[in-house]
């Protein structure tokens, strides 16, 4: 079990060999802070510090944050929280969290994605109210299937994915304190498939974002097609002809829609955000 002696962070005593394992721990929770991961040196700065005071505000909770870790406090707790592999007793209550398509069915209503266009950031919406103006005139079909994202489903899906795909293990999937969801079934076969399971029920074929620009309500997915060739309009009142292909491939489509504001995702058939991403 990885250990410190002395209080690591701002106002620490920041020994080499503690500043390693506290970098080390961090390191697995990165991507879900939205960070870049540390140099493994045993150097305390202002990066490794800063990865400290977001872990502290997003998944611990301080207020304030102090960006310290001491020995046995809150915040080298839950560093540690997720090394330590669960394993619930057979037909125990803590069961229902373990990961699959049961905690899928039970729990994941609980973190609900949206598909209105009023739960997008402002700015966004403008911008997509008057693209989809424009299809509607041009008698081009929408179908929206999501909007703004809830941003455990989307750790969730992401790390589902993860695992099914072997890409991570379940004892390194990073805590997310407001998601109660147990990754690891004791092996690594039963976690595999478990995660596999999830994949099926979200309905999963390419992989999820775990900063998608849906979580900040700054991207729709949506589902376009149309008949024959049809006429649209750009933002500056332009005229443009659609033919072939006749769905959200288009790249004309494309060209018009970025006039709007209204940027494709090219790896990604239904996607469109502010900035392509």
């Known amino acids: 079990m990885a250990k410190i002696a002395q209080s690591v962070g701002h106002g620490g005593a920041n020994r080499e060999a503690d500043v390693r394992v506290v970098q080390g721990l961090l390191n697995r929770y990165v991507r879900l802070l939205g960070l870049k991961a540390l140099k493994v040196d045993g150097r305390i700065g202002p990066a490794t510090v800063g990865a400290i005071r977001a872990f502290q505000h997003k998944l611990v909770g301080l207020k304030p944050v102090d960006g310290r870790v001491d020995p046995n406090g809150r915040t080298w707790k839950l560093l540690l929280a997720h090394l330590s592999p669960y394993k619930p007793a057979p037909g125990s209550v803590s069961a229902a969290r373990l990961s699959g398509a049961s905690w899928f069915r039970a729990q994941q209503a609980k973190y609900p994605n949206s598909d209105s266009l009023t739960t997008l950031d402002s700015s966004f919406r403008k911008k997509v109210e008057a693209f989809l103006a424009a ?4 008698g081009v079909a929408v179908r929206i299937s999501s909007t703004r994202r809830n941003k455990h489903r989307a750790y969730v899906m992401h790390h589902c994915w993860m695992i099914a795909k072997g890409k991570l293990s ?3 999937v990073p805590l997310d304190p407001e998601c109660d969801i147990v990754w690891d079934h004791g092996s690594t076969a039963a976690s595999v498939d478990a995660a596999k399971d999830m994949v ?8 999820p ?4 620009r849906h979580i900040a309500g700054r991207a729709i997915d949506m589902t376009l097609s149309w008949q024959g060739e049809v006429k649209i309009k750009d933002a500056l ?3 443009h002809s659609l033919a072939s292909p ?8 494309h060209k018009v829609a970025a006039t709007y504001g209204v940027i494709k995702n090219l790896n990604d058939p239904p996607h469109w955000s502010d900035n392509g991403r």
């Open 237 to 239: 009142g332009r005229v």
């Open 170 to 172: 379940a004892a390194e």
């Open 246 to 253: 006749h769905d959200g491939s288009n790249p004309t489509l």
């Open 209 to 212: 974002s775990l900063n998608s």
């Open 135 to 138: 299809l509607k005139a041009a």
């Open 200 to 207: 099926e029920c979200f309905a999963l074929r390419y992989q």
